[in-house]
């Protein structure tokens, strides 16, 4: 699902919580507040967004005051953005859907089906309550099924319950839709008892991609060059530092830093400041190559600064505050899904040798796996991407112990170094 589904749902009738401590920013747009009700100092935000009914309401996830302002500050962009692109920011929240459904069939549940659709709702209700109904797809489909499984006592379903599980959350779906909070029940993942290896790119058809990127931004057309060469760039990016889509969506200059290596101390890294679904992280890349691609972004933004029909003309450098995946009006562009669907078709690696059809999020899962493959250590790995140990187990595991062999001989005799912050401001080491 598109992580720039975070919006909450839209409220005209939501009492004000006691607050402990409140900031005031954008005169007034961006509402930063502590609650006396809640045990940790977490910031909650509220927005005002222009031509949008009432406000919209989330928590920051973070204690961190100026955190939370980017936080805030990235999610009042994204939403203009949105609302720009004619999407609604006031969808409503999966939680009120499933309290409708189970008030509306309290009277049934001697029918054995609606009673057990009725206790699959609730137990779904921690994971989907503060998720939008335009979020549902395949993906979710599957998160609500994986919860399902893990609470059963084996800690897996058979194949034949499984199926019947999502019996019962089409019927749940199917009363959404008559009651106007789902458009349609979207198309479901096909049963399994198994969990699936997330598709990837091997190594024989990463090469086959690369060598395409090379000749695919080969074209004198000004707007389709551009457009190719933040593609080719944007893939090459994904693919070596881990990062979620909507990480990349979010990511600004000034969330990029350099660092140096102890191994070889000249030679100049990155590390990116993302915020995603795991709160806020600094992921550092696989490798320094990495500051090519982000350079070649940057001189395609700067080539904006000749355009007059780009919101940054006139400008002395590129804004480090504003957004690196952007189109020449710069604003963030929500997703590259169509145009990188189109490369791997072209460049024939659409599907993996399962012939399970590879995804934008395939660039991720191809990061993991070659890093396993290459010996990294899987807490250290997961903590840069974001996940944990286990869910590395549970889809990476076709790695094996061969690409382990560098930790594995680990002695105490290797030489530790430190890795050391450069300089601050990106513009100053990209170029």
């Not at 499984?162 to 029940?185: A, F, P």
């Not at 934008?360 to 899962?365: K, T």
């Not at 990476?396 to 401001?425: F, P, Q």
């Amino acid at each position: 699902m598109g992580e720039l589904s975070e919006v909450s749902d839209k409220v005209t009738k939501r009492s004000e919580p006691k607050v402990l401590e409140s900031k005031i920013f954008r005169d007034g747009a961006i509402y930063l507040y502590r609650r006396s009700d809640y045990k940790k100092p977490t910031w909650f935000i509220r927005l005002k967004v222009p031509g949008v009914k009432g406000y919209l309401w989330k928590s920051s996830k973070t204690a961190d005051e100026h955190a939370a302002y980017k936080v805030a500050d990235d999610w009042y962009n994204q939403s203009l953005g949105r609302l720009y692109s004619g999407v609604k920011l006031d969808v409503k929240r999966i939680g009120p859907g499933i309290d409708a459904f189970v008030k509306a069939h309290q009277d049934r549940q001697t029918n054995v089906s609606i009673k057990y659709t009725v206790s699959l709702a609730n137990r779904l209700k921690p994971l989907l309550q503060n998720t939008t109904f335009d979020e549902i797809d395949a993906s979710l489909i599957s998160k609500m099924l994986e919860t399902i499984s893990t609470q059963s006592r084996k800690g897996s379903l058979s194949l034949n319950t499984l199926k019947r599980t999502q019996g019962h959350i089409k019927l749940l779906m199917g009363w959404w839709v008559d009651n106007g909070y789902l458009e349609k029940i979207p198309t479901f993942p096909k049963a399994s008892t198994q969990k699936n290896r997330r598709p990837h790119f091997d190594a024989r058809d990463w090469g086959k991609l690369t060598r395409f990127l090379r000749e695919f931004a080969k074209i004198n057309h000004g707007p389709v060059k551009r457009d190719r060469t933040l593609l080719v760039n944007y893939v090459l990016i994904l693919a070596n530092t881990g990062i979620r889509v909507g990480e990349a969506r979010t990511l600004k200059w000034r969330d990029i830093r350099p660092i140096n290596t102890p191994d070889d101390p000249s030679a100049t890294n990155v590390a990116l400041y993302v915020n995603g679904k795991t709160g806020i992280r600094e992921a550092v890349a696989r490798t320094g190559e990495v500051r090519v691609w982000f350079q070649r972004i940057l001189d395609l933004r700067r080539a904006d600064l000749t355009n007059e029909n780009s919101d940054i003309f006139g400008e002395t450098d590129v804004p480090v505050d504003s957004y690196i995946f952007c189109g020449l009006n710069g604003k963030p562009i929500l997703s590259f899904k169509k145009s990188f669907n189109s490369l791997i078709e072209k460049a024939g690696v659409a599907t993996d040798s399962f012939g399970e059809r590879r995804t934008i999020y395939s660039l991720r899962h191809t990061y993991a796996t070659f890093r396993l493959q290459e010996g990294v250590n899987q807490y250290v790995l997961a903590k840069n991407m974001g996940t944990s140990v286990a869910m590395l187990e549970d889809y990476y595991g076709h790695t094996t112990n061969v690409g382990m062999v560098s930790e594995l001989t680990k002695t105490s005799s290797r030489k530790k170094g430190a890795v050391s912050i450069k300089s601050a401001n990106p513009f100053d080491w990209l170029g």
